[in-house]
């Protein structure tokens, strides 16, 4: 993959307001309400990630409370359905937009090493939806909510630090696409 591909800027701004929209509908349409329901934020709010004891206190809350259920179950089947494809989206083409597939942060890479750097943003989809996936079994009847409650803070673990290392990558290189224009 070449740098800057063919890749219109205005399709990255597009996924890009598109991404904001669908976090505004979840935020206000959901986790507000949830919040101003139970009086606790909903997990997928915890950037700091947390532990099974709070999966199963969230438990414990939903079963009480059948209107942070319903607010739960609709967050996940509606904005929580496309949120993850959106930002994957994003993500990637930024990756391509910005970084050169031989060579990162001005030295050469191993060409299996850049190609997996572009591997970052569907490993945050995949855990994205991962952690949806682990919620939605988590809180519900399955017999398999103690193992999804287990595996619900690992997976906010990976989609978090995925996250935050496709940010990071892609600041430096942008940093680094402006600092190498101002010398041209």
Not at 49 to 65: I, P
Not at 74 to 97: D, Q, R, S
Not at 114 to 142: C, M
Request: charged content about 15%; proline content about 4%.
């Amino acid at each position: 993959m070449k740098a800057g591909s063919g890749i219109p800027l205005w399709i990255v701004a597009l996924l890009a307001a598109l991404c904001l929209a669908v976090l505004a509908w979840t935020t206000f349409g959901f986790v507000v309400p949830f919040k101003h329901e139970t009086g606790q934020a909903m997990l997928d709010t915890y950037f700091a990630g947390y532990d099974e004891s709070v999966v199963f206190h969230m438990q414990a809350l939903l079963d009480e409370n059948e209107t942070a259920t319903r607010l739960l179950r609709a967050m996940y089947f509606g904005p929580e359905l496309i949120f993850p494809a959106l930002l994957t989206a994003l993500l990637f083409l930024a990756f391509a937009k910005l970084g050169p597939a031989g060579a990162w942060f001005g030295r050469s890479a191993h060409p299996l090493v850049a190609k997996a750097v572009y591997l970052l943003p569907f490993l945050y989809g995949i855990a994205d939806y991962g952690e949806n996936i682990a919620s939605l079994i988590a809180f519900g009847d399955s017999g398999s909510a103690n193992l999804a409650a287990e595996l619900l803070p690992w997976m906010t673990r990976l989609k978090f630090a995925s996250l935050a290392i496709c940010f990071i990558l892609i600041a430096r290189l942008a940093i680094l696409r402006w600092l190498s224009a101002r010398h041209d």
